[in-house]
Antibody, heavy 122, light 111 residues
Framework: EVQLLESGGGFVQPGGSLRLSCAASGFTFSSYAMSWVRQAPGKGLEWVSGISGSGGSTYYADSVKGRFTISRDNSKNTLYLQMNSLRAEDTAVYYC???????????????WGQGTLVTVSS | QSVLTQPPSASGTPGQRVTISCSGSSSNIGSNNVNWYQQLPGTAPKLLIYSNDRRPSGVPDRFSASKSGTSASLAISGLQSEDEADYYCAAWDDSLNGHVVFGGGTKLTVL
């Protein structure tokens, strides 16, 4: 069974940093692109970033470009999101999600993790 | 404001058929597959439809979808109370080095 388990969320002050992790199991991790999608409280879904199976290609939403860095360690079956210069508007539940192939040019996410909450506030 | 446009709400009574629209542009829906997600209250989103009109295993055939030009739609027939959820469309967008775009979501209420 494919499972994704996020961790690393928490409370941080504006301007601070946080690193999210997503532990994957049940599939050959390196063969699939992965993405982070977030959902602010009471709001809709917003794609944040994606990374190819090899890690060689990365994509970012304009709202996080230059502040967030996506990476993966295929030897540990783990996806990461390093978040710097955090702002109040980054407050959201962050989900990791598996994509259908090694390439990232897809909006098909299945499955999703349970999410981890990031709160940015002073 | 979302790149893909969905109605914020929809409703129907049990047994009815409801449709949810999703409007985009040539750089997203017009040139890439549309996927639909269902998010039940307090849970993570779940893939409902992929590649415009394909259902993952386990999704009832009451759910169907289609795409035409730069628009897509999701249809739910034989509406059930457990269908009450938020529904999102999503597509890859070829502009600005490529990125994923979501619709703003449609809250479906079963009356």
């Amino acid at each position: 069974e494919v499972q994704l388990l996020e961790s690393g969320g928490g409370f941080v002050q504006p301007g601070g940093s946080l690193r999210l992790s997503c532990a994957a199991s049940g599939f050959t991790f390196s063969s699939y692109a992965m993405s982070w999608v977030r959902q602010a409280p009471g709001k809709g879904l917003e794609w944040v970033s994606g990374i190819s199976g090899s890690g060689g290609s990365t994509y970012y939403a304009d709202s996080v470009k230059g502040r967030f860095t996506i990476s993966r360690d295929n030897s540990k079956n783990t996806l990461y999101l390093q978040m710097n210069s955090l702002r109040a508007e980054d407050t959201a539940v962050y989900y990791c999600a598996k994509q259908p192939s090694a390439g990232t040019t897809s909006a098909r996410f299945d499955p999703w993790g349970q999410g981890t909450l990031v709160t940015v506030s002073s | 404001q979302s790149v893909l446009t969905q109605p914020p709400s929809a409703s129907g009574t049990p047994g009815q058929r409801v449709t949810i629209s999703c409007s985009g542009s040539s750089s997203n829906i017009g040139s890439n597959n549309v996927n639909w997600y269902q998010q039940l209250p307090g849970t993570a989103p779940k893939l409902l439809i992929y590649s415009n009109d394909r259902r993952p295993s386990g999704v009832p055939d009451r759910f169907s979808a289609s795409k035409s030009g730069t628009s897509a739609s999701l249809a739910i027939s034989g509406l059930q109370s457990e269908d009450e959820a938020d529904y999102y469309c999503a597509a890859w967008d070829d502009s600005l080095n490529g990125h994923v775009v979501f619709g703003g979501g449609t809250k479906l209420t079963v009356l």
